[in-house]
T-cell receptor
Framework: DGGITQSPKYLFRKEGQNVTLSCEQN?????MYWYRQDPGQGLRLIYY???????QKGDIAEGYSVSREKKESFPLTVTSAQKNPTAFYLC????????????FGPGTRLTVL | AQSVSQHNHHVILSEAASLELGCNYS??????LFWYVQYPGQHLQLLLK??????LVKGIKGFEAEFIKSKFSFNLRKPSVQWSDTAEYFC???????????FGAGTRLFVKA
């Protein structure tokens, strides 16, 4: 089955700890994205990557970091600098090239205690 | 700044009622338009998309949307909703040639059986 996997589904962390969210895709897509979904705010772009070893900040990158060492993997680290990290995080991928639809993973709900 | 506005945050309908969800965007150039749907407990998935050509596009499950360029709108419609259409619906826009998709805040639809 082709698709995007995110793990874990639920994640709890203490305030001040960094945490890394996993995102893997086997769709052979070049582009990958991280979004944050908060109630009533839709999806806001954190980071995106068009190709391996390259990524760009989205609208709300502060307090987050990413890496893209492999085509199929795009992990997101939520650092202690992120002021309000409790949220639902969605990973997506698409064929390289502008305007293509995105395919989404199941999401990770992060709760910082 | 570019933005996408969805007019209703919550909509409640009875089965067989007609549905229209509004979406307006503010973008200066040529755009590609999408509606995504998130059913309870499922991944966000594409409902329909408009790139060019006939401004009336048809998607899965009997949904359609009309692109009205002069009004910067891309409203979603369905003549007769079913209980299984209960979901959250997101309008999304990307500039043709761009890489950043802007999502609306979402509309939660609840269909009463």
């Amino acid at each position: 089955d082709g698709g995007i996997t995110q793990s874990p589904k639920y994640l709890f962390r203490k305030e001040g700890q960094n945490v890394t969210l996993s995102c893997e895709q086997n769709l052979n897509h070049d582009a990958m994205y991280w979004y944050r979904q908060d109630p009533g705010q839709g999806l806001r772009l954190i980071y995106y990557s068009q190709i391996v070893n390259d990524f760009q900040k989205g609208d709300i990158a502060e307090g987050y970091s990413v890496s893209r060492e492999k085509k199929e993997s795009f992990p997101l680290t939520v650092t202690s600098a992120q002021k309000n990290p409790t949220a639902f995080y969605l990973c997506a991928s698409s064929i390289q090239g502008a305007g293509y639809e995105q395919f989404f993973g199941p999401g990770t709900r992060l709760t910082v205690l | 700044a570019q933005s996408v506005s969805q007019h209703n945050h919550h909509v409640i309908l009875s089965e067989a009622a007609s549905l229209e969800l509004g979406c307006n965007y503010s973008y200066g150039g040529t755009v590609n338009l999408f509606w995504y749907v998130q059913y309870p407990g499922q991944h966000l998935q594409l409902l329909l998309k408009y790139f060019s050509g006939d401004p009336l596009v048809k998607g899965i499950k009997g949904f359609e949307a009309e692109f009205i360029k002069s009004k910067f709108s891309f409203n979603l419609r369905k003549p007769s909703v079913q209980w299984s259409d209960t979901a959250e619906y997101f309008c999304a826009v990307i500039l043709t040639g761009g890489f950043k998709t802007i999502f609306g805040a979402g509309t939660r639809l609840f269909v009463k059986a």
